[in-house]
Nanobody, 124 residues
């Protein structure tokens, strides 16, 4: 089992920045891909960003490329999502997830462990 706890969400004006953190405990954190996903009201959960177990392989949704950066610190069992130039359409609950130990993936179905989520609200 892996337990995940997100933090860092909040209310920010358009154009502002937030940094989300996800602290992991339990089984070997460094063995897993880590991803961020989000779900806006009335919409399905969607992929935002993912990072492989070494922290080298990364991928982003087209909607956040150039604005968001995912990173991880295996010694701290923590993954981050730096969000810059935020837009109102980024408003959602953001979830941290761990999974896909066999290979790098952005497929939500391959992520086995999920946090409770943190709310991000971007005002116009």
């Amino acid at each position: 089992q892996v337990q995940l706890v997100e933090s860092g969400g909040g209310l920010v004006q358009a154009g502002g920045s937030l940094r989300l953190s996800c602290a992991a405990s339990g089984r070997t954190f460094s063995a897993y891909n880590m991803g961020w996903f989000r779900q806006a009201p009335g919409k399905e959960r969607e992929f935002v960003a993912a990072v492989g177990w070494l922290g080298v392989t990364k991928d982003y949704a087209n909607s956040v490329k150039g604005r968001f950066t995912i990173s991880r610190e295996n010694v701290k069992n923590t993954v981050y999502l730096q969000m810059n130039s935020l837009k109102p359409e980024d408003t959602a609950v953001y979830y941290c997830a761990a999974g896909g130990a066999a290979r790098f993936t952005t497929d939500m179905e391959k992520y086995d462990y999920w946090g409770q989520g943190t709310q991000v609200t971007v005002s116009s």
